[in-house]
């Protein structure tokens, strides 16, 4: 007898759990008069992590398929604008050390590699400036679209900053009051399986037998379904990515109209680096290091010397990063997502984005019946797996392009035997040829395109060696494509609001609904 997928189960709230709830029961809305059921059970006594501030492009799309308001948003999630990341001090450590990985594309990427033609021209003017507008406006201090610009609509692409306990909450409102979500409030006791391995249901304490279908685990590092119940190992990757101890800080600006930075700022220190998060209300910093190359205490002295007389009454709060995931993600009926499947580190903000992909493909590869789940599970893991590689190694190229020698976490971070095979293969051909639409790209979703691969070589220092026979037939259509980016910077310069102006105003009177 075939057995159909209706009743799904989320077990865990917070981002991970309240994102996948949203989406899910966006996409299978029509399906709820029929029977279709989207349950998110979470006990009343779990402290969300909510660290997790920063945000990618995609949330926006998330957000409006989720028939979510920008200006709510804004409202309701103390949210600010990000427009990419700033680097300081990755490379030599020396004070004009920085470079930006923007959100915007380079000029023309479609039609030109410009990548080649602006190392070939060797000039004082950084990739980014040469390619993008977008680093110029976050030196500005300038938002990424105006007034007039529709929700979700962009005139420089755009993430978000945002505070994650609020959010979570501003998502289980709208889940729960629009897309007919289930909310129930209780500890679970015991996970029951079936005879053949599938969970057939939660027994909790204030909520008694909560069967379902599909069980998705997002209870975050307990990872109490797919590592308690379902048994599947993590796999640690520590011995890539060394950083396993964050110091947080929520730090008051000293004036209520003080500039709120568009861009994540992410500085080097001795063993790690701290982030820099601006949101209307507050700053959000924190030092994510190694503790095998530095104590907590030398952490903390670092984070406060960073913060400024501010920090002086202000404790930290310490968060333990156990970087790695699972070694399988969807496990017969159980399907983790968020942390429950893993973490890195904070940087580049992968976690949230990870939950939006992980949520949006069970969502549209949501199984009709039991009998084809595993088909369905084996294509999730496959692309899971590969997202996950990708990321770490996006994150380590990060590290293995310093020159730093200062301290042993970043001589560690260049030993061959911590680089991953494939992130080795490809600085060895970047060497000869710029990232672009080659090979190493083969996914329709990669979660950082070669785009992202340009702006941190080449914002870092990294040479590919130019024959200039190569660039004979795009070399008009480079110098046009840098042309017009220079006259686009300046007209979105002369154009564009203050980001805190901008924040001020769509919360006193709201974006135009697109």
């Known amino acids: 007898m075939t057995h159909p997928v209706r009743h799904i189960v989320i077990v865990g709230g917070g981002t991970a759990g309240w994102l996948t709830a949203g989406v899910i029961a966006a996409k299978h809305k029509s399906r709820m008069p029929g ?18 501030e920063g945000t990618w492009p995609t949330l926006r799309t998330t957000l409006s398929r989720m028939g979510v308001s920008e200006t709510a948003f804004f409202r309701e999630c103390d949210a600010s604008f990000k427009q990419g990341a700033r680097f300081a001090r990755w490379t030599t450590g020396e004070a004009d050390d920085a470079y930006y990985h923007p959100l915007v594309l380079p000029q023309s990427f ?42 979700f609509d962009a005139l420089a692409n755009y993430a978000y900053h945002l505070d994650a306990g609020k959010f979570a909450g501003f998502l289980q409102r709208h889940c729960c009051e ?68 964050a110091l947080a800080m929520q730090v008051p600006y000293g004036d209520p109209d003080d500039p709120i930075a568009s861009q994540t700022i992410s500085t080097a220190q001795s063993a790690g680096w701290i982030w820099d998060i601006g949101l209307p209300t507050r700053r959000g910093i924190g030092h994510v290091y190694s503790s095998n190359h530095i ?53 580049e903000a992968s976690a949230i984005v990870l939950i939006e992909l992980s949520a949006k493909l069970i969502a549209e590869q949501m199984p009709a019946r039991r009998e084809v789940m595993d088909i369905v599970a084996s ?28 301290s042993e976490f970043w001589r560690d971070n260049v030993r061959p035997e911590t680089i991953p095979d494939r992130l080795q293969e490809l600085m060895q051909l970047w060497r000869y040829q710029s990232p672009w639409f080659h090979d190493e790209f083969d996914r329709v979703e990669e979660v950082f395109p070669p785009a992202s691969y340009q702006y941190v070589l080449y914002g870092m220092g990294f040479r590919t060696e130019v024959e200039p026979e190569a660039l004979g037939g795009d070399a008009r259509l480079a110098e046009r494509a840098m042309r017009e980016n220079a006259a686009q910077t300046e007209k979105l310069r002369a154009g564009l609001p203050k980001h805190r102006d901008l924040i001020n105003r769509i919360v006193e009177r709201g974006l135009q609904p697109v």
């Open 379 to 406: 294509r999730f893991n496959a692309t899971t797996h590969y997202r996950w590689g990708r990321i770490i190694d996006f994150l380590k190229l990060h590290y293995v392009l310093t020159k730093r020698t200062d």
């Open 295 to 347: 104590s907590d205490e030398e952490a903390e002295r670092e984070l406060r010397a960073y913060i400024g007389p501010a920090a002086e009454k202000l404790s930290a709060r310490k968060i333990k990063i156990h970087a790695g995931h699972r070694e399988t993600f969807w496990k017969r009926n159980c399907v983790a997502v968020g942390l429950a499947a893993g973490f890195l580190e904070p940087l």
């Open 178 to 245: 629009t897309l007919g979500v289930r909310h129930i409030l209780a500890d679970v006791e015991q996970v029951v399986l079936k005879e053949d391995g599938d969970i057939a249901s939660l027994t909790t304490a204030q909520a008694g037998t909560i069967e379902g279908d599909l069980f998705v685990d997002c209870t975050g590092f307990r990872a109490l379904l797919i590592g308690g119940a379902m048994g599947v190992p993590f796999r640690e990757c520590s011995d890539v990515l060394f950083c396993d101890t």
């Open 35 to 52: 029977g279709f059921t989207v349950t998110l059970v979470e006990s009343p006594n779990t402290p969300i992590i909510g660290v997790g």
């Open 110 to 151: 479609g039609q030109v590699n410009l990548a080649p033609h602006w190392l070939a021209r060797n000039d004082d003017l950084s990739f980014c400036d040469a390619v993008c507008a977008q680093g110029k406006i976050c030196d500005d201090g300038l938002a990424p679209k105006t007034m007039a610009t529709a929700e």
